[in-house]
């Protein structure tokens, strides 16, 4: 099933975890929702494919991954993205000049940009780091 015209539930809903992974037609929409205000625009922008590594995540996969009960992945509403050829940082760059809705977006450890959208807009923007063998979330682009 297309979300947007470059991306599909299976893509946003696949797991390594081998658990299954099936989102409920509310999650489906939150998916849709998150593929055609932020991601199917920065891949029309950037011009080059948007992989995601984990989408929509059910409470087992959730659990297995590590994943923060409340996470956005819970419900459809995040992605965490790369772009071929654009570092994480850059790709938060392009997503905050581009005025996309997002709710949180937060460059991953140098590795990787998670992306939200929805319920709320708040554009909050922050770079998680390890300090000490904990993640830790600095405001902003660091």
């Given at each position: ?41 920065l ?45 994480p ?47 830790v ?6």
């Amino acid at each position: 099933m297309k979300l947007s015209e470059h991306f599909t539930l299976a893509e946003l809903t696949v797991t390594g975890t081998g658990i299954p992974n099936p989102p409920s037609r509310e999650e489906v929409e939150a998916l849709r929702a998150l593929c055609v205000n932020v991601l199917q625009p920065l891949r029309d922008h950037v011009r080059v494919p948007i992989v995601v590594s984990s989408g929509f995540r059910s409470a087992k996969v959730n659990a297995a991954v590590g994943g923060a009960p409340s996470s956005q992945h819970r419900f459809g509403q995040a992605a965490d993205i790369n772009a071929a050829g654009i570092g994480p940082r850059a790709l938060c760059r392009t997503i905050i000049d581009l005025g996309l809705p997002f709710d949180q977006l937060i460059q991953e450890f140098g590795r990787w940009v998670h992306v939200s959208y929805g319920p709320r807009h708040r554009r909050q923007v922050l770079t998680a780091v390890k300090q000490g063998g904990r993640t830790v979330y600095l405001p902003g682009l660091v």
